[in-house]
């Protein structure tokens, strides 16, 4: 179905079953289908919305990217992409405060709609969160980041991969899914959607400060989940840290940093009854 936002674009949305609201935000993939294998067991306990993020798959955005928002800095894309979880929400359960789910950047937009709003939730679970800011204070990281992206979008992408590799330590199993290990081959559709990610995405996301005295102030809302595959994954020292700052613990969930579409139905098994504890 297509559900059509405050400034006319238009989300490609799938809904399953019954029950509250749980809101699913992909992460650098950017399509809801991701999510369909663990949908089917999560819509047992919720009505499961998955979607496709402005700028990946079948959402048709109507206003056209403006120059600036490749900029490291911009938070234009963060600004629609909260929008859209609100517009979603709305839609969904006008009256009732809803669940989210956000996986990698898309817990990002998780964190940034639960700040706006909190009152409009009634749990926010982040998953494997990449916001380099929680643990580079002096911008050293961002700055290896950014010079990486710029490689990337050059056409290097063994800078990618060794960046993911020998910088974020991501786990075998996530590389292969995510096309980053060493012997994979170039996919034309996912590295489409990669380069987006790189362009509008990477760093104007992972740069984002966070003000974390609000998700203190609401920590019986807040879940933070580590995936049991991907111990060493730099995602998972940032989750970590922001466990230390709001004092949350951390919650192991089945799979990588992919965990939903490798192991989905342990994953949704574990999300399920973490959100409905």
Not at 12 to 41: C, E, H, Q, S
Request: no cysteine; charged share 20%; proline share 6%.
């Amino acid at each position: 179905m297509e559900i059509k936002t405050q400034d006319g674009s238009l989300l490609n949305v799938t809904k399953y079953g019954n029950g509250p609201v749980l809101i699913l935000i992909p992460g650098a993939n950017g399509t809801g289908d991701i999510f369909t294998p663990a949908a089917k067991v999560l819509e047992t306990n919720f009505t499961v919305i998955t979607y496709d993020r402005r700028g990946y798959g079948r959402t048709v955005v109507a206003p056209p990217l403006p120059s600036d928002a490749a900029n490291a800095n911009s938070d234009y894309r963060l600004k629609a992409d909260v929008q859209d979880v609100f517009t979603l929400a709305d839609e969904f359960s006008p009256n009732n405060p809803v669940y989210v789910m956000g996986t990698s950047s898309g817990s990002i937009v998780a964190e940034e709609a639960f700040i706006k709003n909190p009152e409009r939730f009634h749990r926010v679970a982040i998953h494997e969160t990449p916001l380099n800011t929680v643990i580079d204070k002096t911008g050293k990281s961002n700055a290896q980041y950014a010079q990486m992206i710029q490689e990337a979008l050059g056409g290097n992408f063994d800078a990618l991969t060794n960046f993911f590799e020998n910088k974020m330590h991501i786990q075998p199993i996530d590389a292969q899914m995510m096309n980053l290990s060493k012997d994979a081959k170039p996919d034309p559709m996912k590295m489409k959607s990669m380069m987006f990610w790189l362009k509008y995405e990477a760093a104007q996301y992972t740069g984002q400060v966070i003000d974390w005295s609000i998700f203190k102030a609401h920590k019986n809302r807040i879940i933070i989940f580590n995936g049991t595959d991907s111990v060493g994954f730099l995602p998972q020292t940032i989750d970590d840290e922001i466990s230390k700052e709001i004092n949350v613990p951390v919650t192991d969930i089945p799979g990588g940093h992919l965990g939903y579409a490798q192991k989905p139905s342990a994953f949704a098994e574990k999300l399920s009854a973490t959100l409905l504890a």
